[in-house]
């Protein structure tokens, strides 16, 4: 089982960026999607970025790929979301998540991942 810790979240202005972390812990695959989903009030879970902790290759939400950037330390069990000029829609809670499986081939849908984080809120103010 696998325990996942976000972190970083908060309240900032329009324009401003945020650092999230999500720490994992226990039983780790050699190879491991991991990745943020974020869910706004009223709204489906959606899948924001993701990283193939193997080979570190990665993909983002086309709705946000230009403001954000997805890592993982060197030991693989850290991945971190850097989100820039953040915008009022933004807004809401961000989910960390895992998969034993490369990223490939994953459809990037809630159901796909079965390790999931408490989950950190993201407000942006106008």
């Known amino acids: 089982q696998v325990t996942l810790v976000e972190s970083g979240g908060g309240s900032v202005q329009a324009g401003g960026s945020l650092r999230l972390s999500c720490v994992a812990s226990?039983?780790?695959?050699?190879?491991?999607?991991m990745g943020w989903f974020r869910q706004a009030p009223g709204k489906e879970r959606e899948g924001v970025a993701f990283?193939?902790?193997?080979?570190?290759?990665?993909d983002y939400a086309d709705s946000m790929k230009a403001q954000i950037s997805i890592s993982q330390d060197n030991l693989k069990s850290t991945v971190h979301l850097q989100m820039n000029s953040l915008k009022p829609e933004d807004t809401g809670t961000y989910y960390c998540a895992e998969e034993h499986r490369k990223c490939y081939g994953i459809s990037f849908k809630p159901d796909e991942f079965t390790s999931w984080g408490q989950g950190t809120q993201v407000t942006v103010s106008s």
């Open positions: 226990g039983w780790m695959s050699s190879r491991n999607c």
């Open positions: 990283i193939d902790t193997a080979t570190t290759k990665t």
